[in-house]
C-alpha cells in the first residue's frame, strides 16, 4: 500500500506542476505571480518530477513551437508523423535538448517572458541530479516493497515528466472527439480527464490556448482550474481576466 500511494503522489504531483507551472504558466503565462511564488513553484517542479525535471525555457519555447505549427511537420511532437509513441518520445527529447543546451536560437515569437532560474536548471539537468532521485526511488523500493511486480514501477517514475508529455501529445492528437475545427488534428481524448489533470482536453485548448479552464463543455472538468482559482482567491496566483 505504500507503495501505491507513493506512485500515486508522484504521478499527481510531478504531473501538476508540469501543467500548472510549466505549461500554464511558463508556456502561455495564463496568470502572474510575484517572484517568491515563483520561485517557489519553480523548486517544486524540480522536487517534484526528481529525475525527469523539465527545463522551463526549454518547455516553453517547444510548447510555443507546437502551438504554431500543430500537427505540421514542424511541430516537434506531432505523433502523425512518427510510426509509434517511442520514436516520437526520442525525436521531442532531441527537440527539447537543443533548447535546453541552447544551441537552436528559435525564432523571436517563442522567447521571452519565461521564468528562468539558471541555478536549478543547472542542478536539476545534471546526471548527478537525475541519478541522485533515481537511487532515492530504488532505495524506498527497496525498503517499502512488499511484491516483486512493485519493482516494474521504478523506470516510470525515472522518466516521469516525459511520460506525461507523451500520453498528451500522442493521444491528445490521435484520439477522442472535437469540439472544435482548429485546422489541427487536437482531440479532446476523454469526457473525463482526471488521470492527467485536464491535459487531454487538447481540442478545446488548441481552441482557447491563454484559457486557463481547459474544459469547454459542462461535463469537460479540469480538476486543475478550480485549484487555481483558489489560489487566485488567496492572492498567490493573479489569473488573467479576460480567461477566468
Known amino acids: 500500500m505504500v507503495i501505491i500511494i507513493f506512485f500515486i503522489g508522484h504521478w499527481f504531483l510531478s504531473l501538476f506542476f508540469q501543467t500548472f507551472f ?11 505571480t510575484n517572484k517568491f511564488f515563483e520561485g517557489t513553484f519553480y523548486l517544486l517542479t524540480f522536487i517534484c518530477q526528481g529525475s525527469s525535471f523539465l527545463n522551463p525555457r526549454a518547455y516553453a519555447i517547444m510548447h510555443r513551437e507546437h502551438h504554431a505549427y500543430s500537427d505540421t511537420e514542424k511541430d516537434p511532437h506531432s505523433p502523425h508523423f512518427f510510426r509509434d509513441v517511442f ?23 517563442f522567447k521571452g517572458n ?50 506525461h508529455g507523451a500520453i498528451v501529445n500522442w493521444c491528445g492528437h490521435k ?12 482531440k479532446n481524448t476523454t469526457p473525463f480527464d482526471f488521470l492527467m489533470l485536464g491535459e487531454l482536453f487538447q481540442n478545446n485548448h488548441h481552441k482557447r490556448p491563454n484559457r ?17 482559482k483558489v489560489m487566485h482567491w488567496m492572492h498567490i496566483i493573479r489569473l488573467r481576466k479576460a480567461y477566468l
Not at 510549466?22 to 502572474?32: I, N
Not at 520514436?87 to 515569437?109: F, I
Not at 486557463?212 to 487555481?228: L, R, S, T
Open 175 to 186: 484520439y477522442g472527439y472535437a469540439n472544435f475545427d482548429n485546422g489541427d488534428k487536437s
Open 22 to 32: 510549466l505549461h500554464r504558466y511558463a508556456s502561455h503565462k495564463m496568470f502572474t
Open 87 to 109: 520514436q516520437m518520445m526520442v525525436y521531442t527529447a532531441k527537440s527539447y535538448r537543443m533548447h535546453e543546451k541552447r544551441l537552436k536560437d528559435p525564432e523571436e515569437r
Open 114 to 163: 519565461i521564468p528562468e532560474w539558471r541555478t536549478v536548471d543547472y542542478i536539476g539537468s545534471s546526471m548527478v541530479s537525475r541519478i541522485a532521485f533515481g537511487v532515492l526511488y530504488v532505495a524506498f523500493y527497496v525498503v517499502f516493497a512488499t511484491q516483486w511486480w512493485m519493482y516494474l514501477l521504478i523506470p516510470v517514475h525515472f522518466l516521469m515528466g516525459p511520460i
Open 212 to 228: 486557463a479552464n481547459f474544459g469547454a463543455k459542462w461535463f469537460e472538468i479540469d480538476p486543475v482550474y478550480p485549484v487555481m
